[in-house]
């Protein structure tokens, strides 16, 4: 068995952070009839003297992207302010350190007016998630996320608790007939749902949105993969909610988590690539690049980040509508 190399050991070595970890990570685990240690003694000298394996058949990525690394100069860059601002925490003392670090990098973009983490924070890509940044007329791709709009929804229905436990083989098979499951997976032919953001002029702003309108009609009304999900519960109101105009008593609701799917995921990745060309950030910051909210990029992304979230609501909306069709219930809340 071989004793691989981590992303930790070659950054020991000397190394900078970034793709250049991927390139020797991914050199790595092809070994070449190396042993670990030869492979480190590699490593290091590919470090010390790029030039020499320019040619190499195996190290010459490795040593051109360190050759092009050496090349870059400050100017080239972004300058990040050395002096930013504070941020408001809220539960700092459980937040992990690699989501207060990208926080503090956040902080120092030009364009930041004032940031926040939230209890729940962790590392994200680039800005934490939980982590809040306020810009001044600039978005950065990746600070909205790669799972444009995902959010939570719930339907309180008008079906009591006891019902539930005494059908739960119905609940269940009816969520696994109106919603769909995985990465990538959609609804074909007639099983396909419609809804008004279908009709949204956005999706004829420019060739890549209109090119996702297929897709996303297809995965409508579909959950995903990862941390999705559509689950049955109870709801217990202690005594009568005035707003709501629910009695006192505990009720069956649905819970569904899901995002913008597979146009949100490639609206994320698009953009942000067209940032990061746009955006030149020094290496701790690049997952940070942002546009300018004046330009043509920037408005056309902007266009197509609120098209994905409109789409994320209505994958929820279909799925809550297809539900209390099948159940036969209706929605107090």
């Not at 190399?5 to 685990?29: C, H, Q, V, Y």
């Not at 008593?249 to 899901?258: D, E, I, N, R, W």
Request: charge should be negative; proline fraction near 4%; include cysteine.
């Amino acid at each position: 068995m071989k004793t691989q190399i981590s992303g930790t050991d070659i950054l020991e070595l000397g190394f900078p952070e970034g793709k250049i970890i991927g390139i020797a990570l991914k050199i790595n685990s092809k070994r070449n009839g190396f042993t670990r240690d030869e492979m480190i003694t590699n490593f290091k000298n590919v470090l010390e003297t790029p030039e020499n394996y320019i040619d190499d058949k195996i190290f010459s990525k490795l040593a051109v992207a360190l050759i092009e690394k050496s090349n870059e100069k400050p100017e080239d860059f972004i300058a990040l302010n050395q002096n930013p601002n504070a941020y408001s925490a809220y539960g700092l003392d459980h937040i992990e350190d690699g989501a207060r670090k990208q926080m503090e990098v956040a902080m120092k973009l030009p364009v930041t007016v004032a940031g926040a983490l939230m209890p729940d924070a962790h590392q994200g890509y680039g800005l934490p998630i939980g982590g809040v940044l306020a810009t001044k007329n600039a978005i950065i791709p990746y600070g909205v996320g790669v799972d444009i709009g995902c959010r939570m929804a719930l339907s309180v229905y008008d079906i009591p608790e006891d019902f539930y436990f005494e059908n739960e083989a119905k609940f269940k098979r009816e969520l696994i007939a109106n919603s769909i499951f995985g990465a990538g997976h959609g609804f074909h032919g007639q099983y396909k749902s419609d809804h008004a953001v279908l009709e949204n002029d956005t999706f004829n702003m420019n060739p890549f949105v209109k090119n996702l309108k297929d897709k996303a009609w297809s995965q409508l009304g579909s959950s995903g993969g990862g941390n999705h999900f559509v689950e049955f519960g109870i709801m217990e109101f202690a005594k009568d909610d005035v707003v709501l105009n629910i009695p006192k008593g505990k009720y069956v609701a649905l819970l569904t988590h899901s995002g913008s799917r597979g146009m949100g995921a490639t609206i994320a990745g698009h953009y942000t690539k067209i940032a990061k060309d746009e955006c030149k950030l020094p290496e701790v910051a690049k997952n940070l690049a942002y546009l300018d909210m004046n330009s043509q990029l920037g408005q056309e992304y902007w266009l197509a980040m609120n098209l994905a979230g409109d789409y994320a609501s209505a994958c929820h909306e279909i799925i809550h509508n297809k539900m209390e069709r099948a159940l036969g219930a209706t929605i107090l809340a």
